[in-house]
């Protein structure tokens, strides 16, 4: 079964509203997780790493202050986007994964975002 | 850097034939994690293999199987008589960095499966 929920699955906003998107892992401790936006036709492009307890990385050209992250629990990571415009319509994947050196890496099902 | 290539857009094949889809990567990890992921039209990835950079023993799990050669830094995978069922974006992905805080996928393969 699925051992890390992503939710919502899908959302509609208007234009200038902010979207919150959850990451949870449900049997394990998430000490990382990754956060992913795709494109259609398109590869995961990853946005930041999150690991609990501090400050996410952000990859070269994300803006921190639009996609914002926090990882407080070891259960539990989300992805805001403030503000959103329609060019942020697209798909969300994160991925879960405890420090374990064999540990698995689990994703969600992905949320996709609609910005009209 | 941490970098996958896989340099097949899309491939079609006809039913039953074999098909290998090609990943190359660079890191200059000693350690990291190479994986291949499947993902159908419903989007969602469903998780296929991983391996660790010390081991570059082939794998097969039914029609599937991989080889992965550190020597070139390439980590295949081939399906065996291929299936429509198997038609997806097969994307490979690399685990690596400090405390393995990068993962990186390639670009993706989009397989077609005609009957």
């Known amino acids: 079964g699925a051992v890390v929920s992503q939710h919502p699955s899908w959302v509609i906003c208007k234009s200038g509203t902010s979207v919150k998107i959850e990451c949870r892992s449900l049997d394990f401790q998430a000490t990382t997780m990754f956060w992913y936006r795709q494109f259609p036709k398109q590869s995961l492009m990853l946005m930041a790493t999150?690991?609990?307890?501090?400050?996410?990385?952000?990859e070269q050209g994300v803006e921190k202050d639009k996609f914002l992250i926090n990882h407080a629990s070891l259960t539990l990571s989300t992805l805001t986007v403030t503000s959103a415009h329609p060019e942020d319509s697209s798909f969300y994947i994160c991925?879960?994964?405890?420090?374990?050196?064999?540990?698995?890496?689990?994703f969600g099902n992905g949320t996709r975002l609609t910005v009209t | 850097a941490q970098k996958v290539t896989q340099a097949q857009t899309e491939i079609s094949v006809v039913e039953k034939e074999d098909v290998t889809l090609d990943c190359v990567y660079e890191t200059r990890d000693t350690t990291y994690y190479l994986f291949w992921y499947k993902q159908p039209p419903s989007g969602e990835l469903v998780f296929l293999i991983r391996?660790?950079?010390?081991?570059?023993q082939n794998e097969i799990s039914g029609r599937y199987s991989w080889n992965f050669q550190k020597s070139t830094s390439s980590f295949n995978f081939t399906i065996t008589a291929s299936q429509v069922v198997d038609s997806a974006v097969y994307f490979c992905a690399l685990l690596g960095g400090y405390n393995f805080n990068k993962f990186y996928f390639g670009s993706g393969t989009k397989l077609n499966v005609k009957p």
């Open positions: 999150s690991n609990e307890g501090s400050k996410a990385t952000y």
């Open positions: 391996r660790n950079s010390f081991d570059e």
């Open positions: 991925s879960a994964t405890s420090r374990l050196i064999n540990s698995p890496l689990h």
